[in-house]
């Protein structure tokens, strides 16, 4: 059976919600038919916001490169980095690994090009700076459909993302992310950082499932197709 790699901590909680979401979606009676997942949840991880064009991002590298080489070294035949601003570092890991990263920016563009609507982009402040989607294949398609926050509102997200690092899923961030989302005049939003993922639940009850694009929940719905199929190459930096 085919294994997926998942290198987490970045945060904890989020890789977490991401394990529990992947066994609820993939069930299966006996339970030992069900997906073999290996998780490294490493939050020792440098703040990657900050490590973007810093001394740290080498090191962060490095750090990316060694974490996922181990988990192809302990069976992984596919890989996902529970972070999106993570992935602005994967052009510092080699080659042969990042080639089998699924790439949770690929599956965001993907995701938008097949829906519909307008969507309010909800990420780091790191990765609005490093262009992580901007700079992505395909984002060209899909750019006119989705709104990029002003910025106090990205400082506004980017201090929700570190309130659900520290706190979970609680209810009052899913309410602000609608508040945005209406001053916006958006149908839907991105998800486009992973913590967001902890109240991914109440924003797909609240707008429907074709309205919130999230990565992590594609990645547990086509679990079967992306470990049986080769992973390209990423040559971006997303």
């Known amino acids: 059976?085919?294994?997926l790699g998942v290198l987490g901590g970045m945060g904890p909680l989020a890789s977490a919600e991401f394990l529990k979401t992947l066994y609820e979606t993939n069930v299966r009676i006996p339970e030992q038919e069900m997906p073999r997942v290996l998780l490294d949840s490493d939050p020792a991880f440098p703040d990657r916001t900050t490590a973007i064009g810093g001394p740290a991002a080498l090191d962060l590298?490095?750090?990316l490169d060694q974490s996922l080489g181990d988990l192809l070294s302990r069976g992984a035949s596919a890989l996902v980095v529970a972070c999106f601003t993570a992935h602005h570092f994967l052009p510092l890991v080699e080659p042969a690994v990042r080639a089998r990263v699924v790439s949770l920016v690929d599956l965001t563009v993907d995701g938008l090009r097949r829906g519909?609507?307008?969507?309010?982009?909800?990420?780091?402040r790191g990765t609005r700076a490093a262009r992580v989607f901007e700079d992505a294949p395909g984002w060209d398609d899909v750019a006119g459909r989705v709104a990029l926050p002003e910025e106090s509102?990205?400082?506004l997200i980017h201090s929700l993302i570190y309130r659900l690092k520290a706190h979970g899923g609680e209810p009052r961030v899913a309410a602000e992310i609608d508040r945005l989302r209406l001053r916006y005049g958006c149908s839907g939003v991105v998800l486009g950082c992973?913590?967001?993922?902890?109240?991914?639940?109440?924003?797909?009850?609240?707008?429907?499932?074709?309205?919130?694009v999230d990565a992590l929940r594609?990645?547990?719905?086509?679990?079967?197709a992306l470990l049986t199929t080769p992973q390209k190459e990423l040559s971006h930096a997303g």
């Open 116 to 124: 519909a609507g307008r969507h309010l982009m909800l990420c780091t």
């Open 1 to 3: 059976m085919n294994v």
């Open 153 to 155: 509102d990205q400082e």
């Open 194 to 212: 992973t913590e967001f993922h902890l109240v991914a639940r109440p924003l797909v009850a609240r707008y429907g499932d074709g309205n919130v």
């Open 61 to 63: 590298g490095r750090r």
């Open 218 to 224: 594609t990645v547990a719905l086509t679990l079967p």
